[in-house]
């Protein structure tokens, strides 16, 4: 009897336990159910930002300076009185000559979101990346700024049927890329004698603000087929200085440029008996002729020092350069000549000396062109210039690591049939 009163009590005991454990464990689940649901993640979007203000509470207009307005005519009609503008106008003296403000630029007025549209801002875009802020509201403040310019790589190939710069327009590249692949080339293809069937790729930066081109940035690698081979530039920063180089590691700048001018036409080329369009006799021609419009810039091919700037009779205004111990050049029938020229002066090459004119024995604005070596007249277009510095031995292995990759880049176009311009 004993025994089975022990064996219930302990039976007892159990199930008071176990009861006291459910219900404290019923107890938790339901106060977690009661609690309040924990709140959802909420989006809060990132505020609006333009030229560094916040623009989300403001109400906006965007528009073009028209010919004849100006920075009172556009304010006035936002509701900002003579006497602000006119300290607007004093405090921006050092920052921004209001009287700059150009026609056919963009500008922004940051209004008050209400009936009144009071402007509080008025924003002047100077260039695609430079702005000037007018604060119009209860302080006046006048502070520049710049956008953030956005570097996109971008391809171009084609085939040239006329000339490079159509070419170029073909492929749907700037024209301008066409300038930039000439000055790059200048010492190694005279692109007076590009022919049809003359080839081109080219990787390039193009230059960007808020999804809009506004230019050009570095040539990163070109190919271009020209007299039968590839001719190749690469940029590669050796010394903390870009310059351009071929595959051999070569560089693409020559102590001289392959022509004096950028753009323009051979209309005579050097001869030992030519008929001289005005005397109608036939004697020596030691120059090229360059047919361009009258004050078309006329550059020296080298670095040196000018030697003669004088009107030389049948040759008119001349200017001539001594490039070194070896080559003198001249440049004959100028219009006038460019700032600072005058005997003794240091030159750069690529810099502006002249520019064409008519003057002296000629029938029409043109450059004569002429090469010296040793004193005697050579022919301009068979010069055979030095080249610059190569890519220095240490640096071999890295330039040409880089090169293989820049030259699959350029293979991978493979010339299509169409030409292409297309992102990378």
Not at 112 to 119: E, G
Not at 157 to 162: A, E, N
Not at 173 to 181: E, R, T
Not at 285 to 297: L, M, R, S
């Amino acid at each position: 009897m004993k025994f089975i009163t022990r064996k219930r009590l302990i039976e007892a005991s159990v199930l008071i336990v176990v009861a006291i454990a459910l219900t404290f464990t019923l107890d938790y689940y339901m106060s977690a159910l009661r609690k309040a649901p924990e709140p959802e993640n909420v989006y809060e979007p990132e505020p609006r930002m333009e030229y560094g203000i916040v623009v989300d509470s403001f109400y906006i207009v965007k528009d073009v300076i028209s010919p004849g307005e100006n920075l009172s005519a556009i304010l006035n009609k936002y509701g900002v009185g003579p006497l602000a503008i006119e300290q607007l106008a004093k405090k921006s003296a050092g920052v921004f000559d209001v009287r700059h403000i150009r026609s056919g630029n963009k500008y922004t007025v940051l209004c008050t979101n209400d009936s009144v549209r009071r402007a509080e801002y008025f924003i002047y875009e100077q260039s695609p990346t430079r702005y000037v802020v007018f604060e119009t509201g209860d302080s006046l403040h006048i502070h520049t700024g710049e956008k953030e310019v956005q570097v996109k790589l971008r391809s171009a190939s084609g085939t040239i049927s006329s000339s490079l710069w159509n070419a170029m327009t073909d492929a749907g590249a700037s024209p301008n890329l066409s300038v930039s692949l000439s000055e790059i080339y200048a010492w190694s293809i005279d692109f007076y004698a590009i022919q049809p069937g003359d080839n081109f790729t080219v990787f390039y930066e193009e230059l960007q603000v808020e999804g809009e081109h506004i230019g050009l940035g570095n040539i990163i690698s070109a190919r271009f087929f020209h007299g039968g081979k590839d001719n190749f530039a690469f940029r590669f920063v050796q010394d903390g200085t870009a310059d351009y180089f071929d595959d051999k590691g070569q560089s693409l700048r020559k102590a001289f440029l392959k022509a004096p001018l950028k753009f323009s036409r051979i209309s005579s080329r050097f001869s030992n008996s030519r008929l001289h369009p005005v005397l109608r006799i036939r004697r020596p021609h030691h120059g090229v002729d360059y047919a361009a419009p009258k004050g078309t810039p006329v550059h020296s091919v080298g670095s040196g020092t000018v030697t003669d700037v004088r009107y030389a009779g049948g040759a008119g205004r001349m200017v001539k350069i001594k490039h070194n111990a070896t080559y003198t050049t001249a440049y004959l029938h100028l219009s006038g000549y460019g700032p600072g020229i005058k005997p003794g002066v240091r030159v750069q090459q690529g810099q502006v000396i002249g520019y064409v004119g008519s003057s002296g024995l000629s029938t029409g604005p043109h450059l004569d062109f002429r090469f010296y070596k040793n004193g005697t007249p050579v022919d301009p277009l068979k010069v055979e210039s030095p080249p610059a510095l190569p890519v220095k031995k240490e640096l071999m292995d890295s330039f040409n690591l880089y090169r293989l990759s820049l030259t699959r880049q350029l293979d991978s176009l493979n010339m299509p049939v169409r030409q292409t311009v297309m992102p990378l």
